[in-house]
């Protein structure tokens, strides 16, 4: 019987994060659709004025407007870039549109992209037209019972519901079908949001020769960091051994010999200078132990990150809310770069923003760890300020991972990271 009664509640929170989970999911995968339509009607713009140009081309007088139709290209494919990456999928801009159309027409930067306005200028423009139809075709099902009667009954109902109303019954069965257009949402949304975003990542991404030398710099960048970062960490930890440990053992060392001294003419001034010199080694061992977790936290070990980070969130000066979907175990470093990252902006988020609350969610999807750390501050914060975050940033570069900070002045503030976990 107590088995069952602990497995009800653990059910029930199981559920309750799934629901949370999924609700999250579908709401993001909305938000994606709808920023995807945007950027997929100004696409449409930029095909419509791309096949004027062309008709206009075959009759000769269609050639001044090149520049003009390859610069929308540029523009609405550079809304698209910004879109994704602001959603986690970095794109590096192209290089300047070339003057004449001869070159325009040869660039692979440009080909690529007129390829891009022809698909998401009509698969992304369908896919966020029937993603934003959807919900609203369900609020509107699921509305329909309260306020069918001001309608006559031979209108039907919303969308495809054509049939006669005839009282709350019918009503209900229309409501019902909007559970469904719900479901459907729910399920087809992030499918629809990833599909819309793929010509985007496939098209507007550097040519493959480019992609290369741009990688190379990458590597360059990412190797120069994670060399800074492990020259900062050796000299953090040189001076917490100097400031700390060495100086107490020198103090440890100091109080012995004046024990030694007074052990013939007093003993009793030389058990009180050996208890002094225990309290120093006591100490001199717990500084090395702080050292010893800045450098991997034992409770790593212990714990896991779950519980790592539970344990640094019951630390906090600010209340914060812990959610970790991590099944199974990252490599070492990955955790402890994790960890590092939230305690470190944990650490500001106590000293800078003023915050109320904080929030922590961490998630694993296939080969990357996803973190994200909001608090509800006063943002504008800055790396620029010395603030501890371009450590973070430093540290996260270092293992080849991306790291976005948005916090506008009155907040609320966002770190995003993701690194690579391996399978």
Not at 116 to 122: D, R, S
Not at 270 to 295: H, K, M, N, Y
Not at 392 to 402: N, P, Q
């Amino acid at each position: 019987m107590a088995t069952s009664a602990v497995a009800g509640p653990d059910r029930e929170r199981a559920v309750r994060r799934y629901v949370r989970e999924r609700v999250r999911i579908s709401v993001d995968a909305l938000e994606q659709l709808v920023g995807g339509l945007g950027t997929a009607i100004l696409a449409s713009a930029a095909l419509l004025l791309l096949v004027v140009v062309a008709l206009a081309c075959v009759v000769g007088i269609g050639l001044l407007g090149i520049p003009s139709a390859l610069k929308a290209v540029r523009s609405a494919a550079g809304r698209e870039r910004a879109r994704l990456s602001r959603s986690g999928f970095p794109l590096p801009e192209p290089p300047p549109v070339p003057t004449g159309a001869r070159e325009a027409l040869r660039d692979p930067w440009m080909r690529r992209e007129c390829v891009f306005v022809v698909t998401h200028g009509t698969v992304g423009f369908a896919l966020g037209v029937i993603g934003l139809s959807l919900p609203l075709s369900a609020v509107q099902n699921l509305l329909f019972p309260l306020y069918f009667w001001l309608l006559p009954p031979d209108m039907g109902g919303p969308g495809l519901v054509v049939w006669r109303i005839d009282g709350l019954l019918d009503a209900l069965v229309v409501a019902l079908i909007g559970v469904g257009w719900l479901a459907v949402a729910v399920a087809l949304g992030p499918r629809m949001a990833r599909l819309q975003a793929l010509p985007g990542r496939r098209l507007l991404a550097p040519p493959r020769d480019v992609d290369a030398s741009l990688r190379i710099a990458e590597l360059t960048a990412t190797r120069a960091a994670a060399l800074d970062a492990h020259a900062v960490e050796l000299r953090r930890i040189e001076r917490s051994l100097h400031d700390g440990a060495q100086n107490r053992l020198v103090a440890v060392t100091v109080l012995l010999g004046a024990a030694r001294r007074a052990l013939a003419r007093d003993p009793a001034q030389a058990a009180e200078v050996l208890d002094r010199a225990q309290d120093a080694a006591e100490s001199a061992l717990a500084e090395l132990r702080t050292v010893v977790r800045g450098i991997l936290p034992p409770v790593l070990d212990d714990r896991g990150l779950a519980g790592a980070l539970h344990g640094l969130a019951a630390g906090s000066a600010v209340p914060c809310t812990v959610e970790v979907d991590v099944p199974g175990r990252c490599a070492a470093s990955v955790e402890a770069t994790a960890y590092f990252v939230v305690a470190e902006a944990l650490t500001n988020v106590a000293r800078h923003s003023g915050a109320g609350a904080a929030a922590v969610t961490v998630r694993r999807d296939a080969d990357r760890l996803y973190l994200s750390i909001t608090d509800d501050g006063r943002g504008g914060a800055d790396e620029r300020r010395g603030s501890g975050i371009g450590g973070i940033r430093r540290r996260v570069e270092a293992h080849d991972g991306r790291f976005t900070l948005t916090s506008p002045p009155g907040g609320p503030t966002t770190i995003l990271v993701e690194l690579m976990c391996g399978s």
